[in-house]
């Protein structure tokens, strides 16, 4: 009899941890927590937090948001946080161009 290990996570969630451990590290805590309370609260963008944004990529701010988004206890908002992600994003740049 042969047993072979197979991972727990499926290759989505195998992604997402990746996208976790090599977004994350490019944003401070406290901006990425300011961020998640604009995209999905009522949050006030702290202007400096822009810069990090910026410098995380478009790439991980859009799928670390749209990661959270597809959470089962947020279906059916997902375009609403997109909007405010896309939103964000557009502000941020500004901001960075003119710093």
């Known amino acids: 009899m042969v047993c072979a290990f197979v991972p727990a996570f499926s ?5 997402a941890k990746t996208l976790w451990d090599t977004c994350l590290v490019k944003i401070t805590p406290k901006c990425a927590l300011n961020i998640i309370a604009v995209v999905f ?3 006030t963008l702290i202007e400096s937090c822009c810069h990090d944004l910026v410098q ?10 749209k990661y959270i988004a597809d959470r089962p206890s947020l279906v059916g908002r997902e375009t609403q ?6 939103d964000v994003w557009s502000h941020c740049v500004s901001i960075s161009k003119t710093t």
């Open 41 to 43: 609260g009522n949050g």
């Open 56 to 65: 995380e990529g478009k790439v991980c701010h859009d799928n670390l948001i």
């Open 81 to 86: 946080y997109l909007k405010k992600r896309d």
């Open 11 to 15: 290759v989505e969630e195998a992604e």
